[in-house]
C-alpha cells in the first residue's frame, strides 16, 4: 500500500466515465494530508470521482483562489522566524514557480491512499474532508488578516510538516500525457 495524498491541475473535472484530457502533476505528501493541499482545494471545494481509485473519493477545488491563500499564508508564515530560513525561502520559491507553471481550472487532491492506511470506508474519510478543509481556510484567512497568531506561530515550528510537500512535474502515480 502506498501512502500519498497527491495533487494534481486540471481544465476540467474527472466524470464516473472520463478524467481530465490534460492532467497536470502539482504535489505528493507523504503519509498525510498537508495544510498546503487543504489550501490549495479551499475554494468551491466538492467531492468528485477519483482518477486513481473507484468511486467519489478525489476533492476538486477552483485553482486560483486556492493558490493565492496558499501563496498568502506563506507570506505570513515568513515574516517571522522560520527554522531553516534558507530551506523555508526556497520551499516558497519551488511552490510559487510550480504553481504558476501547472496552473488550470481546478486542483484535484486525491487523499484515498491515506484514507486507505486509516480507515476502513476511505469514502466516508473523503466525504468528511470538506469541512476539515472548510475550518482550515478559514484560519488561513483570519491569519491573512492579522488574527491565528498562535495558528501562525505552530505553522512556523513545524512548516515542512504543512507546507514541505514534494512538487514535482512528475509523481509516483502520474497521467499520460498526449
Known sequence: MANRS??????????????PQSIRCISEHNWDIPLAHELLVGYGTTVVPSMIWNGPLCVAGDYRPGADLLTGLLRVVGEGE???RPAFEEMVTRTVEHLEKQKARYFLLE???????HEDD????VARLPGDIELSVKRA??????????????????????FGS????????SFPQD
Not at 6 to 19: C, G, M, Q, V
Not at 111 to 117: C, H, K, Q, R, V
Not at 122 to 125: D, F, R, T
Not at 166 to 173: E, M, Q, R, T
Open 6 to 19: 497527491y495533487l494534481y491541475s486540471a481544465d476540467s473535472l474527472p466524470t464516473e466515465k472520463d478524467n
Open 82 to 84: 522560520v527554522p531553516d
Open 111 to 117: 487523499p484515498g491512499e491515506i484514507f486507505a492506511l
Open 122 to 125: 476511505p469514502a466516508q474519510g
Open 141 to 162: 484567512e483570519a491569519a491573512l488578516n492579522g488574527g491565528e497568531q498562535e495558528w501562525v506561530e505552530s505553522l512556523r515550528r513545524k512548516w515542512p510538516d504543512h
Open 166 to 173: 514534494f512538487y514535482a512535474d512528475y509523481l509516483y502515480y
